[in-house]
């Protein structure tokens, strides 16, 4: 029994191929977005590609990507399909194209609906691609002048100041690293000495922050140094005051910042992956719609079209036993008397058939 029959008469057919058209067209401008979205995602990651580690971040971009340009191709080319299906005579030439062109583009939109997933379970890789990029930037924030490495300072600089956050997990952070670069040491003061000294690595190690932690908006100056010291500083206690300093973490800043970007880029995806299935569905419609008028012989006639020709349990057994036999079609039985389960030849009674022999000439 066939699944969702709907009957279709010349004027439906030809409403809906022409409607379909104009769809397959409006599916080629979405296809331009995924390809736009990937690109944007692409680019926000590449800008922040210093202070991410390597690892498989860029594979939701690509994926959008690879997508939108698929989505390009094959919506022309099914509004090309669809244009042509409101003619009858036109469809012939389709007609053996139209089942694989429905089963690529089911595959297709398949894509889509991973790719929009993939924008969801992609943050624990980026936290943790992020958590090790941060890392290793502010432990190289001091090297200036190491070729390869001078440029960390500025872009963590920018980074904390753009989006207002202080450190790796947090400000203390800071504490633990020599961010300090020994060109700006006094290794003539004792307390420059002293501090190395109790360092069991040799560290010039301070509890403070650098000026891109400090929070503008503060009415009262930073206090970037001697955080933890209350009596460096007037009328100050670092356990119960607010602190002039970004509180949050680069790391939660920028997960929540691209986390917002993804969550927007896999609402667009879902989106498109249901109009893209609505105009598969329609299409699948159009063609045993038109297939059954061909069969049927009245071009201007009534006809059946549906989204399955049996059941989904039919379906499912048919196809599983045409994988199956897939590769049993170019066996050859060794034991005798069995014939090829896949072949139906009727076997031939040779006994009735006289067939008469010459006889070989003797050499002489």
């Given at each position: 029994?066939?699944?969702?029959?709907?009957?279709?008469?010349?004027?439906?057919?030809?409403?809906?191929?022409?409607?379909?058209?104009?769809l397959?067209?409006?599916?080629?401008?979405?296809?331009?977005?995924?390809?736009?979205?990937?690109?944007?995602?692409?680019?926000?990651i590449?800008?922040?590609?210093?202070?991410?580690?390597?690892?498989?971040?860029?594979?939701?971009?690509?994926?959008?990507?690879?997508?939108?340009?698929?989505?390009?191709?094959?919506?022309?080319?099914?509004?090309?399909?669809?244009?042509?299906?409101s003619?009858?005579?036109?469809?012939?030439?389709?007609?053996?194209?139209?089942?694989?062109?429905?089963?690529?583009?089911?595959?297709?939109?398949?894509?889509?609906?991973?790719?929009?997933?993939?924008?969801?379970?992609?943050?624990?890789?980026?936290?943790?691609?992020?958590?090790?990029?941060?890392?290793?930037?502010?432990?190289?924030?001091?090297?200036?002048?190491?070729?390869?490495?001078?440029?960390?300072?500025?872009?963590?600089?920018?980074?904390?100041?753009?989006?207002?956050?202080?450190?790796?997990?947090?400000?203390?952070?800071?504490?633990?690293?020599?961010?300090?670069?020994?060109?700006?040491?006094?290794?003539?003061?004792?307390?420059?000495?002293d501090?190395?000294?109790?360092?069991?690595?040799?560290?010039?190690?301070?509890?403070?922050?650098?000026?891109?932690?400090?929070?503008?908006?503060?009415?009262?100056?930073?206090?970037?140094?001697?955080?933890?010291?209350n009596?460096?500083?007037y009328?100050?206690?670092?356990?119960?005051?607010?602190?002039?300093?970004?509180?949050?973490?680069?790391?939660?800043?920028?997960l929540?910042?691209?986390?917002?970007?993804?969550?927007?880029?896999?609402?667009?995806?879902?989106?498109?992956?249901?109009?893209?299935?609505?105009?598969?569905?329609?299409v699948?419609?159009?063609?045993?719609?038109?297939?059954?008028?061909?069969?049927?012989?009245?071009?201007?006639?009534?006809?059946?079209?549906w989204?399955?020709?049996?059941?989904?349990?039919?379906?499912?057994?048919?196809?599983?036993n045409?994988?199956?036999?897939?590769?049993?079609?170019?066996?050859?039985?060794?034991?005798?008397?069995?014939?090829?389960?896949?072949?139906?030849?009727?076997?031939?009674?040779?006994?009735?058939?006289?067939?008469?022999?010459?006889?070989?000439?003797?050499?002489?």
């Open positions: 029994m066939a699944v969702l029959k709907v009957k279709f008469t010349k004027t439906k057919r030809d409403k809906l191929a022409q409607i379909l058209w104009i397959n067209w409006v599916s080629v401008v979405s296809g331009i977005i995924l390809f736009s979205l990937g690109l944007f995602l692409k680019i926000e590449k800008k922040r590609n210093e202070v991410m580690a390597k690892g498989d971040i860029n594979s939701v971009p690509n994926m959008l990507i690879s997508v939108g340009v698929i989505a390009c191709i094959i919506n022309f080319l099914g509004g090309k399909i669809c244009y042509d299906c003619d009858a005579n036109k469809f012939s030439r389709w007609k053996l194209v139209m089942l694989p062109y429905i089963v690529c583009t089911f595959c297709f939109t398949f894509c889509i609906l991973v790719g929009a997933l993939m924008c969801y379970t992609m943050r624990n890789e980026l936290e943790e691609s992020l958590y090790l990029g941060l890392r290793d930037a502010i432990k190289f924030y001091k090297d200036t002048d190491i070729p390869g490495r001078c440029f960390l300072k500025k872009t963590v600089d920018l980074l904390q100041i753009g989006f207002r956050c202080c450190g790796n997990n947090g400000f203390r952070d800071w504490f633990e690293i020599q961010w300090v670069s020994p060109r700006y040491l006094n290794m003539a003061s004792k307390e420059v000495l501090r190395l000294k109790s360092n069991v690595d040799g560290k010039f190690l301070v509890d403070g922050v650098p000026f891109s932690c400090c929070n503008p908006s503060s009415p009262r100056p930073c206090i970037q140094y001697q955080l933890t010291n009596s460096a500083h009328n100050y206690d670092f356990l119960t005051e607010e602190l002039n300093i970004w509180m949050k973490g680069c790391r939660e800043a920028l929540d910042y691209y986390t917002g970007i993804m969550r927007s880029i896999g609402i667009a995806a879902l989106l498109i992956w249901l109009f893209e299935l609505s105009v598969l569905i329609g699948r419609y159009l063609q045993t719609a038109m297939k059954n008028v061909l069969l049927l012989g009245d071009l201007e006639g009534e006809s059946d079209g989204l399955l020709e049996n059941s989904f349990v039919e379906t499912a057994k048919y196809n599983i045409i994988i199956k036999n897939l590769g049993k079609a170019n066996q050859i039985s060794t034991v005798s008397g069995m014939n090829d389960p896949n072949i139906n030849v009727q076997n031939t009674d040779c006994d009735k058939t006289n067939i008469t022999t010459k006889s070989i000439p003797a050499a002489r």
